[in-house]
């Protein structure tokens, strides 16, 4: 009994690998690509939060009302020594809730953390600071602007996506073609 016969691996067969390996190849690079975007992105963000002095607190200008988070900076483990006042344009207190998860950032020469979220209601200057003796601070200054949190998993879960993607589709293809070469042909049957 004789073994079936393979197909040539001529060039036809080799080019089979090429679409496999350039969505290989794009998955990759497109999660680089898409990592470098969201870290310039949020390198901005936190450059342009207003900063006040911490413990003495002062004054920032907040553009847009809505959703606002005070992070403490000095170091990555950060601590504020002492529970946070926001006061807003009309000198009111605004009512504050410590952040729900742990954010913290290295990036745009700032170290910190989140620690507390507040609703501005308005456009216009919020002063902001301690309240009371401050005890055991390492926190050098206090960041106020948005939540980085959505920026930071936008970042991450798009750049695995775009990986899984483009690895997984790339991978089926070169598998396909790999099949497609190792498939026997049909001899010439001779009589």
Do not use: C
Request: charge should be negative; proline fraction near 7%.
């Amino acid at each position: 009994m004789s073994q079936p016969m393979r197909g040539p691996i001529g060039p036809e067969r080799s080019v089979s690998y090429v679409p496999g390996g350039v969505l290989i190849a794009l998955g990759v690079l497109g999660a680089i690509v898409w990592m470098g975007l969201g870290f310039l992105e949020l390198h901005d963000t936190v450059e342009g939060f207003e900063r006040v002095p911490y413990p003495d607190g002062g004054t920032v200008v907040i553009d847009e009302p809505g959703g606002q988070v005070i992070y403490a900076e000095g170091g990555e483990e950060v601590v504020v020594g002492a529970r946070l006042v926001v006061l807003g344009p009309d000198g009111a207190e605004i009512a504050t809730e410590v952040y729900g998860s742990s954010i913290s950032y290295s990036i745009a020469g700032h170290s910190g953390r989140a620690v507390v979220t507040f609703d501005a209601p308005a456009a216009g200057q919020y002063r902001v600071g301690p309240a009371g003796l401050v005890v055991s601070s390492t926190a050098t200054e206090l960041a106020v602007g948005p939540s980085i949190g959505g920026d930071m998993a936008t970042m991450g879960v798009g750049a695995v996506l775009i990986a899984v993607v483009g690895v997984g589709l790339g991978a089926v293809l070169v598998w396909r073609a790999k099949r497609r070469r190792q498939a026997p042909t049909n001899p010439s049957i001779v009589s």
